[in-house]
């Protein structure tokens, strides 16, 4: 029964591996999305129903429940399988991401859902632009450029083609959280300047969590505040086991 991360939004598995340092279990997998540090199969097109039944398929082959967490599009999507396939998942936690209580994207996914605008955008976007803007979400400089120096042109197309698919994310998605019956957990960076930290308790409310954690972060809680978040998995898996 496994621990299962599943990344975000210009990132790799590599955002989670301060959160496993700090993690005692050793049964953990962070797994690789199509596209970002990871080849994409032959026929995949990165649309947002694709890497969730993507996901189902790699926990199909661990064969049992595990403990799914995911960050940023990682929650989305996390939550989407935690609600269509409650059978693969044990406990679920999430968090930056806004799968419910509005309809609004932020600015950054609206340039990447348009057209001709999203690929000139791309095409200008350096690792160095990415650092600067973890930076300026308050990532420590040494991770922003880490995580930034992983940025490529299938990682960018990978971005674009997932935002065009999921324009109307809500609409499709957020009806099924109701289904989600494991018990679950929501984190938030107080400071997240991309997906508001007030957005927290709507999540919580559709999944039906029975915590929130609040962490002294921006949106990127795993590499700002891995300690306190590996820290807040650990006693909601262990309340689970409880």
Excluded at 4 to 33: C, K, N
Excluded at 205 to 224: E, F, I, M, N, Y
């Amino acid at each position: 029964m496994p621990a299962v991360f599943v990344h975000g939004v210009p990132d790799t598995h590599h955002v989670w591996d301060d959160v496993r340092d700090h993690l005692t279990r050793t049964d953990v997998i962070a797994l690789a999305l199509p596209g970002f540090g990871n080849p994409v199969p032959e026929d995949f097109t990165s649309t947002k129903e694709e890497y969730a039944d993507w996901i189902i398929g790699r926990l199909e082959e661990i064969g049992s429940p595990v403990d799914l967490v995911g960050h940023d599009w990682g929650c989305v999507l996390t939550s989407r399988v935690a609600s269509v396939r409650p059978d693969l998942v044990r406990t679920w936690a999430g968090g930056d991401a806004s799968i419910s209580g509005t309809d609004e994207w932020h600015s950054f996914a609206k340039i990447w859902q348009t057209p001709e605008v999203g690929e000139q955008w791309m095409a200008e976007f350096a690792p160095s632009a990415l650092s600067e803007l973890l930076q300026a979400n308050g990532v420590p400089a040494q991770r922003a450029e880490e995580n930034a120096s992983r940025l490529d042109t299938t990682m960018k197309d990978s971005i674009l083609r997932l935002y065009r698919s999921a324009v109307h994310v809500w609409a499709d998605w957020e009806p099924g959280l109701a289904d989600i019956t494991s018990p679950s957990l929501v984190f938030w960076g107080t400071d997240d300047q991309i997906e508001p930290v007030e957005r927290a308790d709507a999540v919580a409310k559709s999944v039906k969590a029975t915590t929130v954690v609040r962490l002294d972060s921006g949106h990127w809680t795993p590499l700002q505040q891995p300690r306190a978040l590996a820290a807040a998995l650990t006693r909601h898996w262990e309340s689970v086991r409880a």
